[in-house]
């Protein structure tokens, strides 16, 4: 399986955004999936993972009232809808998979998100 991120920009403060994540192979059902980010000069950090039917997602305190995570097994393809965006989430988003019980091992290439205040 392969993962292609997509669907970054330039947004001002308060705006939205939804990003893609694109699978390509049959096996994108079997992975959890998720979403980090990086920020200049910071450590990537967990956004959101969704479990791999899609019925239970979890996200990351700083941001849970503004992101929401979704998949499509249907479409092989997940989703981060992004809301109320703030200049502290400009950063570059990735999305990843793992088996369950495993760590993440599956990367896609990242897509830039700014935004402006």
């Known amino acids: 399986v392969q993962l292609q991120a997509s669907g970054g920009g330039l947004v001002q403060a308060g705006g939205s955004l939804r990003l893609s994540c694109a699978a390509s192979g049959r096996a994108f059902s079997g992975y959890v999936m998720g979403w980090f980010r990086q920020a200049p000069g910071k450590e990537r950090e967990f956004v959101a993972e969704?479990?791999?039917?899609?019925?239970?997602?979890y996200v990351a305190d700083s941001v849970k009232d503004r992101l929401t995570i979704s998949r499509d097994n249907a479409k092989n393809t997940m989703y981060l809808q992004m809301n109320s965006l703030k200049p502290e989430d400009t950063a570059v988003y990735y999305c990843?998979?793992?088996?369950?019980?495993?760590?993440?091992?599956?990367w896609g290439q990242g897509t830039q998100v700014t935004v402006s205040s």
């Open positions: 990843a998979g793992r088996r369950l019980g495993a760590r993440y091992d599956l």
């Open positions: 969704i479990t791999r039917g899609g019925r239970t997602t």
